[in-house]
């Protein structure tokens, strides 16, 4: 236990109040103080591409949320994936932005919640024609690149655990759906795993 | 749930030219097109009993080839010519070499790839390809090149493709005798190419990667003032063939033949993906054609000897002749004869089937014979050793 808390200490993970000259005790560093309605999390985004329509987009993401039992949400990522045919190599960047909110409910350490987040999806798409650059392609014969906006929303279930301070575990993830400015409409799901911060 | 989006946002992607996305879906852009045009009057060319006929022109790449040592050479060379007592049946060996051997300078197909319907005199149309070819038809090793020739033909089945054929060898004895397989030949009928042979002018379809090595042996060409080698990617070239007659002593030499026409040497590339010029193939008779889709059994160059069968061969219109093996490059076979028999004249192909008394499936020359019949060779064998 000394190991972990000078590796948490190094780290810089307590707040310089903690290091005093008074010892460190368990149930300090493990005390929930959160009491905040504000809640900041980010982390790591792992969803199905909007419109490549298979693959793992993966990526990164953060949102704030404001309230106790109805939160107030605001929601960004960003991800990526490359998929392949045999004439193209396709790369789709997915930035998502949501405002929305969430019925969630604490339990001890942890919460849970139901989100919902609708907002904008914008998707960049990068094209590149295979065996275009062995056979000497150049421009838009070799790559193209286009970008569409499709109106979406998601719905995730929202695990959070406490872990110590203001610091907690939270995975969140469901189905989504996109519709692009053609009028398609495409279903999905989106996740995210990282950490949250709860002051 | 209702369409949202922002209606700023969309204006300005749109305002950035950008479309909407299409994934991995949607048709292939080729990787270059070509525009070939088939000219000439085919009443007189015709084949008999062809009443309709589906027109197209296919791209056919070309194969690695060396001609069969026995074709190679001089039929009034003595090296040629047997002692006595052959049999009097058998024919001369210019005849068989006539008969059976195919244009030593010729485009030897390799693959049929991409094919196109065209109307003969009625212009140009765009034959694409959204594919490189592949790694087994480019040759060389740090440089790959490959060449195609533009077939016009008649596709008779209509199955879109042009059916390239092979050669009818005839039967023979030996564990070989169970790998035999023989094709029919394709119902299609030729009727031109743009390129048929090194010794006539022709325009070639050339795929490079790398840089052009002008020592490969590859359908060589010689220098040409406008372009000397193809560059790299798809190219036309075109070129005025050399001489039939000065080719070999210079390829004997070391030297490419030069061009007998050196203002027909010509290179266009493509602007984007389309080469801009125009390739004309002329109709010909389809018998003067009909090699440009004639596989080779073995595109190493190597000539398959084989064992003789037991039950006699029909010799029925073909020809046959016993000649010495050639020089194969190490060790001579003096005591060693070669029975050469052609295929039959209503073969699509020409081709010969080589048997020697001994020899193994991979080299005639070989130190541990796979055959050897010298002491009991089949009643009906023909060739007698030399005295």
Not at chain 1, 3 to 32: M, T
Not at chain 2, 96 to 103: E, L, Q, S, T, W
Not at chain 2, 137 to 154: K, M, Q, R
Not at chain 2, 312 to 326: E, H, K, N, V
């Amino acid at each position: 236990m000394r190991r972990l808390l000078a590796a948490l200490f190094l780290l810089g993970i307590f707040p310089a109040a903690a290091r005093g000259d008074e010892a460190l005790s368990v149930s300090d560093v493990w005390q929930v103080r959160s009491k905040s309605p504000l809640t900041v999390d980010g982390g790591l985004v792992l969803a199905l591409p909007t419109a490549l329509g298979t693959g793992l987009s993966s990526g990164v993401g953060a949102g704030v949320s404001y309230g106790r039992l109805l939160a107030w949400e605001a929601r960004a990522s960003w991800s990526t994936a490359t998929e392949s045919s045999i004439p193209w190599t396709v790369t789709q960047q997915d930035i998502k932005l949501r405002a929305g909110v969430a019925l969630q409910h604490a339990f001890g350490r942890g919460r849970v919640g139901l989100r919902l987040g609708l907002g904008p999806t914008i998707v960049y798409e990068s094209r590149l024609r295979n065996q275009g650059t062995r056979a000497e392609l150049t421009g838009s014969a070799l790559e193209t690149s286009a970008a569409e906006l499709f109106a979406a929303g998601d719905l995730q279930g929202v695990v959070a655990l406490h872990v110590f301070g203001p610091w907690l575990l939270a995975v969140s993830g469901g189905p989504s759906l996109a519709i692009g400015s053609s009028g398609t409409v495409r279903g999905g799901w989106s996740s995210l795993v990282g950490i949250g911060w709860q002051p | 749930m209702t369409r949202r989006g922002s209606p700023g946002l969309a204006a300005l992607l749109a305002a950035a030219g950008c479309g909407n996305v299409q994934g991995l879906g949607g048709p292939p852009t080729p990787l270059v097109t070509f525009n070939v045009e088939a000219t000439g009057e085919l009443s007189s060319l015709r084949p008999p009993g062809i009443t309709d006929e589906s027109l197209q022109v296919a791209l056919v790449w070309g194969a690695q080839w060396q001609p069969e040592p026995f074709c190679f050479l001089d039929p009034t060379s003595p090296d040629l010519v047997l002692p006595t007592d052959t049999d009097p049946e058998a024919s001369a060996p210019a005849a068989v070499m006539a008969a059976g051997c195919r244009d030593v300078f010729g485009f030897v197909p390799a693959r049929a790839d991409v094919s196109v319907p065209v109307t003969i005199n009625g212009g140009a149309v765009a034959l694409s390809l959204d594919n490189l070819p592949a790694t087994d038809l480019l040759v060389g090793d740090v440089s790959l090149v490959a060449y195609a020739s533009l077939v016009f033909y008649d596709d008779q089945n209509r199955n879109g493709t042009l059916d390239l054929s092979t050669a009818h060898p005839t039967k023979f004895g030996g564990r070989d005798n169970g790998d035999q397989q023989d094709t029919p030949d394709s119902p299609d009928v030729i009727y031109g190419a743009s390129f048929l042979t090194m010794t006539e002018p022709d325009t070639r379809v050339a795929y490079l990667e790398g840089t052009f090595d002008p020592t490969a042996a590859f359908y060589p060409r010689a220098d040409c003032p406008m372009a000397k080698w193809p560059p790299a990617g798809f190219s036309l070239l075109g070129t005025g063939g050399f001489d039939e007659k000065t080719a070999l002593p210079e390829a004997e030499a070391g030297m490419l033949p030069p061009e007998t026409d050196p203002s027909l040497c010509a290179m266009a590339m493509p602007v984007a993906t389309v080469v801009p010029a125009v390739v004309t193939v002329a109709a010909r008779a389809p018998a003067e054609v009909a090699e440009v889709s004639c596989l080779e059994q073995t595109l190493d160059g190597s000539t398959r000897y084989r064992e003789p069968p037991a039950d006699p061969i029909d010799f029925t219109g073909r020809l046959y002749t016993c000649a010495p093996l050639p020089s194969l490059g190490g060790a001579s076979q003096p005591n060693l004869i070669q029975l050469v028999v052609t295929g039959l004249p209503t073969d699509h192909c020409r081709g010969l089937t080589h048997y020697t008394l001994r020899g193994c499936r991979e080299d005639v020359a070989c130190a541990v014979p796979d055959w050897d019949l010298t002491a009991n060779p089949p009643a009906w064998w023909p060739c007698q050793p030399p005295s």
